[in-house]
Nanobody, 119 residues
Framework: QAPLKESGGGSVQAGGSLRLSCLAS?????????HGWFRQRQGYEREEVAG???????TYAKSVRGRFTISKDYPKNILYLQMANLKPEDTAVYYC????????????WGQGTQVTVSP
């Protein structure tokens, strides 16, 4: 069983919204873990679009700032990505990931969920 499992992907028209969820399992929900949402668009390398540290401080890629919101429900160990005003260029497979906050590399990954935005 993958330690992280995404859900909430789908198809939406430009300007629409989606909320992705990521259920974390197999490791304890603690304040020592930082998380991120990545995406891989066809023909592009995987990129981090949002991150959140153990102080709940978010970071965003310039391309999504102001449209995407990352959050985490620590008691439930669920990571969210609220996406608004979606654009066709947001079409990608979205992955959630986790790392120990003292490390720079993400060590746990989900299998991804497809988001498709039509014009």
């Amino acid at each position: 069983q993958a330690p992280l499992k995404e859900s909430g992907g789908g198809s939406v028209q430009a300007g629409g919204s989606l909320r992705l969820s990521c259920l974390a399992s197999g490791y304890p929900s603690s304040w020592n873990w930082c998380h991120g949402w990545f995406r891989q668009r066809q023909g592009y390398e995987r990129e981090e679009v949002a991150g959140i540290d153990n102080a709940q401080r978010p970071t965003y890629a310039k391309s999504v700032r102001g449209r995407f919101t990352i959050s985490k429900d620590y008691p439930k160990n669920i990571l969210y990505l609220q996406m608004a005003n979606l654009k066709p260029e947001d079409t990608a497979v979205y992955y959630c990931a986790a790392r120990r906050c003292g490390e720079t590399s993400y060590s746990r990954w989900g299998q991804g969920t497809q988001v498709t935005v039509s014009p």
